[in-house]
């Protein structure tokens, strides 16, 4: 059973940078591609309505979220079975709980998540 752990959320000011990382149970990081979401406006027990923060592909392929491109980078070590999100100038409306997840040939597995909060 993979498990998605991730770390590294809690608070920060506004245009500030806090750094999430996700760490994954099993050797998945070879096969799947890995995202951060975060909760929006979304139900909590509902995934599939999250909103998309920064997504890689196995080869390294980016793709972000509208309202975080330029600041967010998104990263992977394979290796060490380990993703990263940076966060730089931060801004209050990025507060929000955040989950790591791993697409693995059309499944998703998802972490628990952590809160980040930027205050002004």
């Known amino acids: 059973q993979v498990q998605l752990v991730e770390s590294g959320g809690g608070s920060a000011q506004a245009g500030g940078s806090l750094k999430l990382s996700c760490a994954a149970s099993?050797?998945?990081?070879?096969?799947?591609?890995m995202g951060w979401y975060r909760q929006g406006s979304g139900q909590e027990h509902e995934p599939e309505s999250r909103?998309?923060?920064?997504?890689?592909?196995?080869?390294?392929?980016?793709a972000y979220g509208e309202r975080v491109e330029g600041r967010f980078t998104i990263s992977r070590d394979n290796a060490a079975r380990r993703m990263t999100l940076q966060m730089n100038s931060l801004k209050t409306d990025d507060t929000d709980r955040y989950y790591c997840?791993?697409?693995?040939?059309?499944?998703?597995?998802w972490g628990q998540g952590i809160q980040v909060t930027v205050s002004s």
């Open positions: 997840a791993a697409e693995c040939s059309g499944a998703w597995k």
């Open positions: 099993t050797d998945i990081f070879g096969r799947c591609g």
């Open positions: 909103e998309l923060v920064g997504f890689i592909t196995v080869g390294g392929t980016r």
